[in-house]
């Protein structure tokens, strides 16, 4: 675990910390759906990111992962620019969807065998990095079943595993424990601690949850407007607010003061499928 935690830190471009931004700004017509947003994360850290619905997180993340190009601003991944050098960035990260992104009719195996070519990864090194996946991920008994019988827990370990295939330096989730049960949430927050202790990975996730917030992150952000509302340390976030805050109070406070009626109905529907097909 030691080679790999250091490989994945030999991967990484230069610069001080995985992700940079500086006034990175998303426009669509006149609406800033991400407004001028600087963000600082380390290397090594679970970093979350909140916000109601039409906060401006999924975009933010669309522009880091270079799926989506900035309108202003500026933002490193990796010690890599978003715009100038998306291939780099794109070689040095991982992503997954808050949709499925492993395919039901093939097995655990086949989905990242096919994950194994896509990445480029040669012809010599995919078996023993599969297994090595696989293992880490807890899937090695259940390789040879079609996806489509995995479980929701073990779905989204199956799609972790495809994402680290290639050791990415940055690995991206979008919503990972969406609709799974206590059990299955608990056992994926364990791989995630392992990644990082393991390989060395920055994490970023996005999540509605407060509890995964608190008990996975080191550090949050909370948006709200398109813009970040704040910063810090979710003990320091909850003590800052006063002596008996929770971080659903946090939240509340910083995200606008209550419960969000942002999103549209295609939003409303592929989280519901989400949860479904996971639950």
Same mark, same amino acid.
């Given at each position: 675990?030691?080679?790999?935690a250091?490989?994945?830190a030999?991967e990484?471009?230069?610069?001080?910390?995985?992700?940079?931004?500086i006034?990175?700004t998303?426009?669509?017509?006149?609406? /800033?759906?991400?407004?001028?947003v600087?963000?600082?994360?380390?290397y090594?850290?679970?970093?979350?990111?909140?916000?109601?619905?039409g906060?401006?997180k999924?975009?933010l993340?669309?522009?880091?992962?270079?799926?989506?190009p900035?309108?202003?601003?500026?933002?490193?991944?990796?010690?890599f620019? +978003?715009?100038?050098?998306?291939?780099? @960035?794109?070689?040095?990260i991982g992503?997954v969807?808050?949709?499925?992104s492993?395919?039901?009719?093939?097995?655990?195996y086949?989905n990242l065998?096919?994950?194994?070519?896509?990445?480029?990864?040669?012809?010599?090194?995919r078996?023993?990095?599969?297994e090595?996946?696989?293992?880490?991920m807890?899937?090695?008994?259940? /390789?040879? $079943?079609?996806?489509?019988?995995?479980?929701?827990?073990?779905?989204? $370990?199956?799609?972790? /595993?495809q994402?680290?295939?290639?050791r990415p330096a940055?690995?991206?989730?979008d919503?990972?424990t969406?609709?799974?049960?206590?059990?299955a949430?608990? @056992?994926?927050?364990?791989?995630?601690r392992?990644?990082?202790?393991?390989?060395g990975?920055? @994490?970023l996730i996005t999540?509605?949850?407060?509890?995964?917030?608190e008990?996975?992150?080191?550090?949050?952000?909370?948006?709200?407007?398109?813009?970040i509302a704040? +910063?810090?340390?979710p003990?320091?976030l909850?003590?800052?607010?006063?002596?008996?805050a929770s971080?659903?109070?946090?939240?509340?406070?910083y995200?606008?003061?209550? +419960?969000?009626?942002?999103?549209d109905?295609?939003g409303?529907?592929?989280?519901?499928?989400?949860?479904?097909?996971?639950?």
């Amino acid at each position: 675990m030691k080679e790999q935690a250091v490989k994945a830190a030999g991967e990484r471009g230069t610069g001080e910390a995985a992700v940079r931004t500086i006034g990175l700004t998303r426009l669509f017509g006149s609406l /800033a759906a991400v407004d001028h947003v600087d963000l600082v994360i380390p290397y090594g850290e679970i970093f979350g990111l909140l916000g109601a619905n039409g906060a401006g997180k999924s975009t933010l993340i669309k522009m880091l992962t270079t799926l989506l190009p900035p309108t202003s601003g500026h933002a490193q991944v990796g010690g890599f620019d +978003i715009v100038g050098a998306p291939a780099l @960035v794109r070689g040095r990260i991982g992503y997954v969807p808050q949709l499925l992104s492993a395919d039901g009719a093939l097995t655990g195996y086949e989905n990242l065998l096919l994950s194994a070519k896509l990445y480029g990864l040669p012809r010599e090194e995919r078996h023993d990095r599969i297994e090595e996946a696989l293992d880490f991920m807890g899937l090695a008994d259940s /390789a040879k $079943r079609l996806a489509k019988t995995y479980s929701g827990g073990m779905i989204r $370990r199956l799609e972790l /595993a495809q994402a680290m295939l290639h050791r990415p330096a940055i690995l991206f989730l979008d919503e990972p424990t969406i609709g799974l049960d206590p059990v299955a949430r608990h @056992v994926v927050w364990e791989r995630l601690r392992e990644l990082r202790s393991s390989y060395g990975m920055t @994490v970023l996730i996005t999540t509605h949850d407060m509890e995964e917030a608190e008990t996975l992150c080191g550090e949050l952000a909370i948006m709200h407007g398109g813009r970040i509302a704040v +910063i810090g340390k979710p003990l320091e976030l909850r003590t800052g607010l006063g002596p008996t805050a929770s971080l659903n109070d946090v939240f509340a406070h910083y995200a606008g003061g209550g +419960i969000s009626d942002g999103g549209d109905f295609s939003g409303a529907v592929r989280t519901r499928r989400t949860a479904r097909r996971l639950g």
